[in-house]
């Protein structure tokens, strides 16, 4: 199994800015010379090929993985019959090395997160969960009796910051 000391979450309720923020993270990180990946947890079935296609006929005829590589890139296609998503630990094995891994979802995992919070109707996860270690939102004034720091969204710079001492801390 991977480790996961490199591994940050990025949580929150849906429509929060989870994919956002990691879209921006990944550009602030890549600025400083960091090697960052992604993984992201859906949350129903979803399928990356099309119908008709090489691949596809060749996962429809039961290949348990499908590679597709090209100059540009490759993807691996594994199917799995287990009714529940492979563990994030796990999935993080089968990834290249990477200085920062950002994991979108994975909310009941137990690795660090930050909870990006936005809505005050939706409750605020990290009061009941501690591995948490940040949350960001908006206007950090209307988070109230929060556990760990909060930041403002737009201080991206600070955000990268804390992740990467977290990296750092974990190792």
Not at 50 to 56: A, I, L, M, R, T
Not at 72 to 82: F, K, N
């Amino acid at each position: 199994m991977a480790d996961l000391s490199n591994v940050i979450g990025i949580v929150g309720w849906k429509n929060s800015g989870k994919t956002h923020l990691i879209v921006d993270l990944v550009r602030e990180l890549k600025a400083r010379n960091l090697s960052v990946s992604t993984v992201k947890h859906a949350h129903h079935g979803f399928d990356i090929d099309q119908p008709g296609k090489d691949s596809f006929q060749h996962r429809e005829a039961g290949a348990r993985e499908v590679m597709i590589a090209s100059s540009q890139r490759w993807a691996l296609m594994s199917e799995h019959d287990r009714g529940e998503r492979p563990p994030l630990q796990e999935l993080v094995a089968r990834m290249a090395p990477a200085d920062v891994i950002l994991a979108e979802g994975f909310k009941a995992d137990p690795h660090p997160k930050i909870e990006i919070w936005q809505d005050r109707s939706s409750p605020l996860i990290a009061r009941e969960d501690r591995s948490i270690f940040a949350v960001i939102s908006p206007d950090p004034a209307t988070v109230a009796d929060c556990p760990c720091p909060v930041l403002a969204r737009q201080e991206l710079s600070a955000i990268a910051d804390l992740l990467l001492r977290q990296v750092s801390n974990a190792r």
